[in-house]
């Protein structure tokens, strides 16, 4: 039998639509663990299941989500909408991190993002990951998409960055 890690919370809210963000945050997942060892625990909990409590409960967070029509996505929106007042005030500092996966930019979405981190008072303590999928035709939008090597590469060294500095104190 294995024991919980113990230590800090890293809690990663997400929602995936073409399976891209689902795997960037697997990677991101796994090697937080790997890096945290037995001295972080990990949430990964998608948007639908999560909610204010998680927020208030955890040590650092990190919003995963696919651009939808340059925003984010709308099971994120409505996480963010159930979360936003309960969470007002109530964290300010708590260490936080984005994911965007978007077929070519993923600036806008970042933004609003970042407008939430601002009104919560969380900070962003690493730049960024933002994924490009390249899809563009209504066809590749829809269909099933899945990370290169690098790209997964870039959210496993994400996960692992946060965990370090979780671990360490830095955040």
Not at 9 to 31: D, K
Not at 54 to 64: G, T
Not at 118 to 141: D, K
Not at 143 to 163: P, V
């Amino acid at each position: 039998m294995t024991e919980a890690a113990s230590g800090p919370t890293l809690l990663v809210v997400w929602h995936s639509l073409s399976g891209a963000t689902a795997a960037a945050v697997q990677a991101l997942c796994e090697a937080a663990r790997a890096q945290g060892e037995d001295q972080l625990q990990v949430r990964m909990l998608h948007a639908s299941a999560a909610g204010a409590t998680d927020v208030l409960a955890c040590d650092a967070l990190v919003l995963a989500t696919p651009e939808t029509l340059g925003s984010i996505s709308g099971l994120m929106k409505d996480f963010l909408d159930r979360s936003y007042y309960p969470v007002l005030g109530q964290r300010p500092g708590l260490p936080a991190g984005l994911v965007v996966v978007a077929g070519s930019d993923g600036a806008p979405t970042l933004l609003q993002l970042r407008r939430v981190l601002a009104g919560w008072g969380m900070r962003e303590v690493c730049e960024p990951l933002r994924l490009c999928t390249q899809a563009q035709s209504a066809a590749a939008i829809a269909a099933a998409k899945q990370l290169s090597a690098d790209q997964r590469a870039a959210a496993a060294e994400f996960g692992a960055t946060l965990a370090a500095g979780l671990v360490l104190g830095v955040f």
